[in-house]
């Protein structure tokens, strides 16, 4: 997942505004996990888990350019947040908008095959590939599970801004003819996607609010 130089002080300005939202989203949604069910328990903590990952990642890439020495682990927590962070986040908002109940064990696989799949991408010389291709799934996921909440306006309209946020944030394949313009920008457009995605979140109804979920 390389990016290209950019200026030190815009680097640091993005890095903090990212970790200062993406953090904010975290305690949001730790905080509305209480008003739902325990059906819906492993999803929110899922979408927790994201923003935490992305909250983190941010940090380090200011610590980073500060000076610290972190930029084994800004790298680390980098890969872990676009390539598990914001596609758990997106299969929460889906499953929240759809009202289905999958248990524990399942987000596990999820989480689990998220890691297997960027393992044999990354053996096979396909990571950046992969990480796009993953970054536009989730896009595509927030994009519809806020479609889905139509007519109500507000979650429609932030899944379909979070949805081209993250799209414009994907890492496009390094030598790819697709030039990225909004590559140098990924953390300003992960800052600003983060509290709309919080927005899709919390709005969204969830298993308990439907008498017959669908059990996974």
């Given at each position: 997942?390389?990016?290209?130089?950019?200026?030190?002080t815009?680097?640091?300005?993005?890095s903090?505004?990212?970790?200062l939202?993406a953090?904010t989203?975290?305690?949001?949604?730790g905080r509305?996990?209480?008003?739902?069910?325990?059906?819906?328990?492993?999803?929110?903590?899922?979408?927790?888990?994201?923003?935490?990952?992305?909250?983190?990642?941010?940090?380090?890439?200011?610590?980073?350019?500060?000076?610290?020495?972190?930029?084994?682990?800004?790298?680390?927590?980098?890969?872990?947040?676009?390539?598990?962070?914001?596609?758990?986040?997106?299969?929460?908002?889906?499953?929240?908008?759809?009202?289905?109940?999958?248990?524990?064990?399942?987000?596990?696989?999820?989480?689990?095959?998220?890691?297997?799949?960027?393992?044999?991408?990354?053996?096979?010389?396909?990571?950046e590939?992969?990480?796009?291709?993953?970054?536009?799934?989730?896009?595509?996921?927030?994009?519809?599970?806020?479609?889905?909440?139509?007519?109500?306006s507000?979650?429609?309209?932030?899944?379909?801004?979070?949805?081209?946020?993250?799209?414009?944030?994907?890492?496009?394949?390094?030598?790819?003819?697709?030039?990225?313009?909004?590559?140098?920008?990924?953390?300003?457009?992960?800052?600003i996607?983060?509290?709309?995605?919080?927005?899709?979140l919390?709005?969204?109804?969830?298993?308990?609010?439907?008498?017959?979920?669908?059990?996974?």
């Open positions: 997942l390389r990016q290209a130089q950019v200026n030190p815009m680097e640091l300005l993005q903090i505004l990212l970790a939202t953090g989203s975290a305690l949001l949604i509305t996990r209480r008003c739902y069910g325990e059906a819906d328990q492993p999803a929110l903590f899922s979408a927790l888990l994201g923003f935490i990952l992305t909250a983190a990642s941010a940090a380090c890439a200011a610590a980073s350019v500060l000076g610290i020495d972190l930029e084994e682990a800004h790298q680390w927590l980098e890969r872990a947040s676009l390539l598990l962070g914001l596609p758990l986040i997106a299969v929460a908002a889906l499953t929240l908008a759809r009202r289905w109940v999958w248990s524990r064990p399942n987000w596990g696989r999820v989480v689990l095959g998220l890691c297997v799949f960027f393992e044999l991408a990354r053996q096979l010389g396909w990571s590939p992969y990480a796009f291709g993953l970054m536009l799934t989730s896009a595509l996921l927030v994009v519809y599970a806020g479609a889905l909440q139509w007519p109500a507000l979650p429609t309209l932030a899944g379909l801004a979070a949805g081209a946020l993250l799209l414009g944030a994907a890492p496009l394949p390094n030598g790819g003819s697709i030039i990225q313009p909004l590559g140098d920008l990924r953390p300003l457009l992960l800052a996607a983060s509290p709309l995605l919080t927005i899709l919390v709005r969204l109804p969830g298993s308990t609010r439907e008498d017959s979920p669908a059990v996974a």
